[in-house]
């Protein structure tokens, strides 16, 4: 795993030459548990990332899930699909995507997988035009299993109403242990 330093200017680096790149930091391991604390690691999962970065939550997940578990991460930069394949080169459980999140249905087809348990996702939903954020909900909502989770974190506090509209019921907590310091998780249940 990339040190905290070389994280953080990869960040800087993507930030600032990728429009879709919403951080300039790595999410803090204060905001990755508050997120992933929604996870049931004790049981076989299928999680799916979007957005992973350079693989902080992916991380976490990868040292908390269960041997049969799969870790599907979709990230749509170069830069970081490099780093995320270096990282989990050598674990089975992790498939990593360069597509967008937009696609998940075929992605998931074309990786023979029905239904999701989790998808955690830290994509900068405030740079999606409303059409592309409700068609990318309701896609995610559809690719859930009956009592999945969607697990998102946001600068801004901006996705509690269209969560509600996809989803029946959702949890909103506030992480101030960040860079930027206004991280919102939320917990999004179909």
Not at 92 to 109: K, M, N, S, T
Not at 111 to 126: A, L, T
Not at 163 to 183: A, C, G, Q, W
Request: aromatic share 10%.
């Amino acid at each position: 795993m990339p040190s905290v330093l070389s994280g953080t200017l990869s960040y800087v680096k993507n930030f600032l030459k990728d429009q879709d790149v919403a951080a300039i930091a790595p999410s803090s391991s204060f905001l990755v548990r508050r997120v992933c604390k929604w996870i049931d690691f004790d049981e076989d999962q299928v999680i799916v990332e979007y957005g992973p970065g350079n693989g902080v939550f992916s991380e976490f997940m990868l040292d908390h899930m269960r041997p049969e578990s799969t870790l599907l991460l979709v990230e749509s930069n170069p830069d970081f699909v490099e780093t995320l394949e270096e990282m989990t080169r050598d674990d089975p459980r992790a498939v990593v995507v360069e597509d967008r999140a937009e696609h998940i249905v075929d992605i998931l087809d074309a990786h023979g997988i029905e239904e999701v348990d989790s998808i955690v996702s830290g994509i900068p939903f405030s740079f999606l035009d409303p059409d592309t954020k409700h068609n990318l909900l309701a896609r995610t909502r559809d690719v859930l299993a009956e009592d999945g989770k969607f697990l998102v974190y946001q600068n801004y506090n901006h996705m509690e109403a269209p969560l509600r509209d996809h989803f029946s019921e959702v949890t909103k907590e506030y992480e101030p242990r960040n860079i930027p310091p206004t991280m919102f998780a939320y917990e999004a249940r179909k």
